[in-house]
């Protein structure tokens, strides 16, 4: 027989006839089977993990961004006539049109914040105080306007804005009052006595973070420097920027607006601990799930070693009528290779459907699990997340078919160098 090219139509056939052979043939269909589940199995866990990985790091930094400061400025403080420390800006509004000078600001607000208990007819719980101006607020993306929220923002000189969490826990909604306490209050020659005011809830806001929608609470700046003692003050900036991503290269023009005796905090080192934990834990899922297919496609070998053996008289005669090793070898490893293939098909998907409609299976995972399944006072966030990203699809796609390929290899190997003489010996 003429030598024929690598992967002919010939060998195409004879591969195809042996996946498709039933067990009485001497085929494997079963085993075949197996590994086609099981690599779609494996393949489909890969992409859905690494799509929720992706989502819920995308959610978390999103919700970061949205809400807090990407760079927030205070006052390493300085000493009066007296030797007392003084923290603060008193020439708070020149330094913030110096920081929103800054190449790549977009906005530098002055801020009072601080400490305060909350109460209402139906609770009491503590809450974080900023003291914000009403067009700071409203160009804070997932609090001020396009947000997911309800009331008038337009009032917000009138009252105060609260996370959707926190107005819930104390039973408020808008147009309802609640008390402001504060332990620093007014000073008198007795010491200092709490501080409590009435405010009206105007603005109820939802930005995505439980921790963020249970404790805040924004209050005008005037009235925030009254209430906090902090006339003619500000306690610190919250400065956005247009590149987050690249936030290291605006801390150097920042701390020279911010003047001597400021400090930077940016949104990387309140949040960098948790982001390196979490690139920590995707290695690990990675390598993890990386096992779970290399044991899947393992399934390849059993399937072609069972598959040599019942063909081996077949092997005998395609040798003797000139079939090369090289051919012999294609044709089993195409047998192992189909699979693979197939099975990272199915897998990626499934695992591409399972990314694109994650909500309604999360859904359906809650109903039949009665209810309580995501804890978003545990995980932050209030959803499941997923984001399908090629890199992650392309990436689990090479493990699956670089797998099946190699370990697909070493059967072809024994197939190909099996002696016809040998094979073909008590037939």
């Known amino acids: 027989m003429p030598q024929t090219a690598p992967f002919s139509r010939f060998e195409r056939m004879i591969a195809w006839r042996y996946l498709r052979a039933k067990r009485a043939e001497g085929g494997v269909s079963v085993m075949t089977w197996i590994s086609l589940i099981g690599i779609t199995l494996a393949v489909f866990a890969l992409i859905a993990t690494l799509a929720v990985r992706a989502g819920f790091r995308a959610e978390f930094v999103d919700t970061i961004l949205g ?13 009066d006539e007296y030797g007392n420390l003084i923290k603060g800006f008193p020439d ?37 105080v900023y003291g914000l101006s009403a067009d700071d607020l409203k160009s804070i993306p997932r609090v001020g306007l396009g947000a997911d929220a ?38 008198t020659a007795f010491g200092s006595s709490p501080r409590v005011n009435a ?20 209050m005008p700046f005037a009235e925030a420097q009254s209430y906090f003692n902090r006339e003619g003050m500000a306690d610190e900036f919250e400065v956005m920027v247009d590149r987050p991503d690249d936030i290291d290269r605006y801390a150097a023009p920042l701390l020279q607006a911010g003047g001597d005796d400021a400090i930077l905090w940016t949104w990387r080192d309140s949040s ?23 044991i899947a ?38 047998c192992g290779a189909f699979t693979g293939i197939v099975g990272t098909v199915l897998g990626v998907a499934l695992g591409c459907l399972f990314a694109l409609y994650i909500d309604p299976v999360f859904s359906a995972v809650n109903y039949l699990a009665g209810g309580g399944v995501w804890d978003p006072s545990i995980r932050g966030i209030y959803a499941l997340p997923a984001k399908l990203q090629w890199a992650d699809v392309l990436s689990a796609v090479s493990l699956s078919l670089g797998l ?24």
């Open 272 to 294: 960098g601990a948790f982001l390196r934990a979490l690139d920590v834990e995707d290695n690990i899922m990675f390598v993890i799930l990386s096992i779970l297919v290399l």
């Open 404 to 427: 099946s390929f190699i370990v697909t290899i070493f059967p072809a190997r024994r197939a190909a160098r099996m002696n016809p003489v040998e094979a073909l010996r008590y037939e």
């Open 67 to 79: 809400a807090n400061a990407h760079v927030t400025i205070y006052s390493a403080g300085r000493a």
């Open 297 to 334: 496609t393992m399934n390849i070998i059993s399937g072609l070693i069972m598959l040599v053996k019942n063909k081996g008289r077949d092997i005998g005669i395609l040798r003797t009528i000139g079939l090369t090793e090289g051919a012999v070898l294609r044709i089993f490893f195409m």
């Open 92 to 128: 708070y509004e020149a330094r913030a049109a110096t920081l929103a000078a800054v190449p790549g600001v977009t906005r530098a607000a002055p801020m009072i914040r601080g400490q305060v208990m909350v109460s209402s007819q139906q609770g009491t719980n503590g809450a974080e």
């Open 150 to 187: 309800y009331g008038d923002i337009d009032r917000f000189d009138e009252g105060v804005a609260i996370g959707s969490v926190l107005a819930r826990e104390l039973g408020v909604t808008v147009g309802d009052r609640l008390r402001v306490i504060s332990p620093d209050g007014v000073k």
């Open 199 to 218: 405010y009206e809830v105007v603005y109820i806001f939802t930005a995505g973070r439980y921790d963020i929608d249970k404790t805040r609470l924004y």
